[in-house]
């Protein structure tokens, strides 16, 4: 069945640094990819989404790209700051998943000042 | 535009109680969805209700249903409350045909 993968946690980096976290997904048709941050004590917020092969998402920094050939939307920040400590969330959703979104693990952030 | 809302944000139950939990989406979506957020499981999909019909479900037993009224907000219930459903309950809503869903803050749940 449709999957999402993320690569474990706890990822903790200085203040800073570059950000990778790996995501690769399962999926049939071709559903809309996401990245979503959830803070301590709050819901999920949407961080970025790609829509189609090759597409990029950006916001607050963060980017992703949207590769069909590696089924993968790996996410990227070039300087981390304190404030991006969070667990992150991969997911997709499109017609063939039936609307509902397909969640990776969760990936938590610490970034030490 | 205002957000998500949920209500209560936080409950405590005992085992054998029913529990409902309420959402707004944002205003002008359509679609709500719930999805339930344990340490051991995950995010996992409980439905999702458009216009005042279920029109997915995910893989949870019949004690969990849910509700959309007309001004689409929705409930859900819990009913004869397990150990195991002591959860986040989240919500979500979206735009009709978008595929994008903006969260609620959630609902804690804890049963006792």
């Known amino acids: 069945g449709d999957s999402v993968t993320q690569m474990e946690g706890p990822v903790t980096l200085s203040e800073e640094a570059f950000l990778t976290i790996n995501c690769t997904y399962t999926?049939?048709?071709?559903?809309?990819l996401f990245w979503y941050v959830q803070y301590p004590g709050e819901g999920l917020q949407l961080l970025l989404k790609a829509t189609k092969a090759d597409d990029k998402g950006s916001n607050k920094g963060f980017e992703a790209t949207y590769r069909k050939e590696t089924t993968s939307f790996h996410l990227e920040k070039g300087s981390v700051q304190v404030s991006d400590s969070a667990v992150y969330f991969c997911a997709l959703s499109g017609y063939n998943q039936g609307g509902k979104l397909i969640f990776g693990q969760g990936t938590e952030l610490s970034v030490k000042p | 535009k205002a957000g998500v809302t949920q209500t209560p944000r936080y409950l405590i139950k005992t085992r054998g109680q029913q529990v409902t939990l309420s959402c707004s989406p944002i205003?002008?979506?359509?679609?709500v969805s719930w999805y339930q957020q344990t340490p051991g499981q995950g995010l996992q999909f409980l439905f999702e209700?458009?216009?005042?019909?279920?029109?997915n479900k995910g893989n949870f037993p019949g004690r969990f249903s849910g509700r959309q009224f007309s001004n689409s907000r929705s409930e859900m219930n819990v009913s004869t409350l397990e150990l195991g459903d002591s959860a986040l309950y989240l919500c979500?809503?979206?735009?009709?045909?978008?595929?994008?869903?903006?969260f609620g803050p959630g609902t804690r749940l804890l049963v006792l």
């Open positions: 979500a809503s979206s735009r009709e045909g978008t595929e994008t869903q903006y």
């Open positions: 205003s002008g979506h359509r679609s």
């Open positions: 209700y458009f216009s005042e019909t279920q029109r």
């Open positions: 999926a049939t048709g071709y559903p809309s």
